[in-house]
Structures are given as C-alpha cells and as structure tokens.
C-alpha cells in the first residue's frame, strides 16, 4: 500500500487490477501523481495505458484497489461524481449544437445559472482562443480547433484532473507539434493535474514532467522523460524509448578490470561498479565513428568493424557497423564537406564507457 501521507497528491492509484473476462489487464498498479503535474501514460498498443486512464475516469469493469483523488477514494463513484474531465481521441463534440453550446453542455447538465454559464465558457474560449467562433459548428471548424473546443468543453467544468486520450492522433505531424505546446502552455497556466495518454514516446517526452511507461498491464518505470531515456530499468523501457543499441552476453572480471564479454566472444572494457548482467546498452549518439587506428582514451571502449549500412537523415548520418557479428548503430553529426564512410569500409568505434549501462536481462 502507499502511504496515507501521499494522500494530498493529485492521483494516488495502489494495488489496482482489472480484468476483462479472463485477461489479465491491469495487475497490481501502484502509482502517485503529484498535484499539478503533467503526467503521462506510454506504452505500445495493448500495454493497458488507455484502461488505466478510463478505469481513473470510471468507465469500463470496476476494478479492484483504490484510486484517490485529493486524498479521496473515488474508485466506487460513477463518473460523472469523479470530479475529472476527460478528452476522448474522437473528441466527441455534438454536431448539431454551436460550438458555444458545446462547451456549456456540461454546466447546463449541472443546473448552474446562465450568468455563470455564460462568464464561464466565455472565459474557457479565450483560454484556447477561439472566443470569436463561438456561434459556429463543429463542421465549420479544423481538426485543430475542434480538438481545442474539446479542452474547452472539459476545463470549463473546472474539473480536478484533466484525463486526454490520445487527443493528437487524428492531427496531422505539423498541427500535434502546435497541440502539444497548447496543451502543455494551457496546463501550466491553470496549474492542473494531467494525465495523457499516447504511445509517441517523443510525445510524452516533450509535453510531460514525469511519465510511467507500462507494457502488458504492468508498470516498467517512472520518472522524469530524461532519466528513462538515460537510466532505464530493463531493456523494455530501453527499446521503446527511442533508438539503443543491445548487446547480450555476461560480465566477467580480468584482473583488476571489469569487462562485458559478448556471446561472440568480443570484450568490452566496463566502468567499475558492475557486478553482473545479461546485456548491455549504448545510444547511437553515444559512439564515435572514425577511422581505422585512431587513437582512443581510457574514457572510451574502442570496437572494430565494417560499415553494414548507412543512412542520410539530414543533421545526422546513422551508420550501422558489423562490430564481430552485432550490428551497432552510431549517429554521427553531419557537416558540410565532411567525409563520408561508404558500405564495406573498416572503422573504429569509440563507446563513451560512462554511457555503457548493464541490465540483469
């Protein structure tokens, strides 16, 4: 169980399980969300990122543990008693009403007077700019303005927690990067507790203070976008979080030095501090690509090998190199007039060993 002492929190979810039928969903979650924070939910499809988020807005099976709200238990309520706002990935808006109608449905159902009605969406509007559109429909409006009459409609309930429901995936690349920074510039400034869901990890990264990464109902990591990316826990969380390149193989000791041998039988030299593993784990950005007998410093493992493939992506060149059978990703600057390494020729690596991690798996 979580302490009662985090019970001030914004969301508090301990030894939560939900089951559809006879699958397994959600086993044992235990989490905190902090009051005030933009908090997301990532994994790939499947992973029971989007049943986590509905089970906290109360849709779905009920299920078993405890989910508070301010320090309140709220996992038996109905919905619409949960205090939370929730943004659906179709937006859900009622097409034949305006979108002035839209957003003051939710007042209305409340029995709240006209007056405050009418100060409250006038003032929801603003915040997402689209005041002066008030007396159209939702046909009328682009993706992106119908997505921002949806965060109206659902901040103007003044609502405890914000849940958004992968809200970006029906906009196309250029409109999410604007959503997301309105999404995120809107949150800040009402200061409110945010869930979101997505399985775009760049996504998460850019609009989130912290985030839990979830893979087939079971939490793998949580933490600051930063500190996963750089310190995951397991090779799951490495793997789904942008590009890394894995090795197996097994810690042995020679000497005074620690080395990671392959399972192909190469040595690479480790930082002290490792005592076992299964695999380890470098970012492409993390390696120097150069010619064969450059010098390397104690600061770096020095691999060699033969350039598999390569790949132009504009600021990067992303080489894959045959290092004795394993094929290692190395992201390498590009600069005007810079030479280019071509399929077939021989190459040092240099592995910036501070950033060799070793994981159990």
């Not at 969301?11 to 933009?38: A, P, R, Y």
């Not at 929730?86 to 006209?114: C, D």
């Not at 939702?138 to 429901?165: F, N």
Request: proline residues 4%; charged residues 25%.
């Amino acid at each position: 169980m979580i302490d009662n002492a985090h019970d001030s929190a914004g969301v508090v979810i301990e030894d939560l399980n939900l089951s559809f039928g006879d699958t397994h969903v959600l086993k044992g979650v235990d989490l905190v969300i902090k009051q005030g924070e933009f908090f997301a939910f990532l994994g790939p499809s499947g992973s029971g990122k989007s049943t986590l988020l509905r089970a906290i807005a109360g849709f779905g099976p009920t299920p078993t543990g405890r989910i508070l709200i301010q320090g309140k238990d709220i996992a038996d309520l109905p919905p619409w008693k949960r205090d939370v706002g929730m943004v659906f990935q179709s937006y859900a808006l009622w097409p034949h009403m305006t979108v002035r109608k839209n957003v003051a449905f939710g007042l209305e159902e409340r029995k709240i007077s006209k007056h405050e009605i009418d100060e409250r969406v006038d003032k929801a509007l603003d915040m997402v700019g689209l005041l002066d559109l008030a007396e159209r429909r939702p046909s009328q409006l682009s993706g992106g303005q119908q997505q921002r009459i949806a965060l109206a409609r659902t901040i103007v309930i003044e609502p405890k927690v914000l849940l958004l429901d992968e809200p970006l995936s029906n906009l196309d690349a250029n409109l999410r990067i604007q959503m997301r920074r309105d999404i995120r510039e809107l949150q800040q400034k009402l200061q409110l507790t945010t869930i979101f869901v997505t399985h775009d990890q760049e996504e998460a990264n850019t609009t989130s203070d912290r985030m839990a990464v979830l893979d087939q109902g079971v939490i793998q990591q949580v933490g600051a976008p930063i500190d996963l990316y750089d310190n995951p826990a397991n090779l799951f969380v490495a793997k789904f979080l942008g590009t890394a390149n894995i090795i197996k193989g097994a810690v042995i000791t020679e000497g005074s030095a620690l080395v990671f041998r392959t399972d192909r039988g190469m040595d690479i030299p480790l930082n002290q501090g490792y005592t076992n593993g299964r695999s380890i784990v470098f970012r492409p950005q993390n390696v120097d690509v150069c010619a064969t007998g450059t010098g390397a410093s104690e600061a770096h493992a020095k691999l060699n090998g033969k350039v598999d493939h390569m790949e132009f992506l504009g600021s990067i060149i992303r080489y894959g190199v045959d290092v004795n059978g394993d094929v290692v990703l190395v992201d390498h600057a590009h600069k005007l007039g810079e030479a280019v390494f071509s399929v077939g020729d021989s190459v040092d690596l240099l592995v910036d060993r501070d950033s060799i991690l070793v994981l159990a798996a």
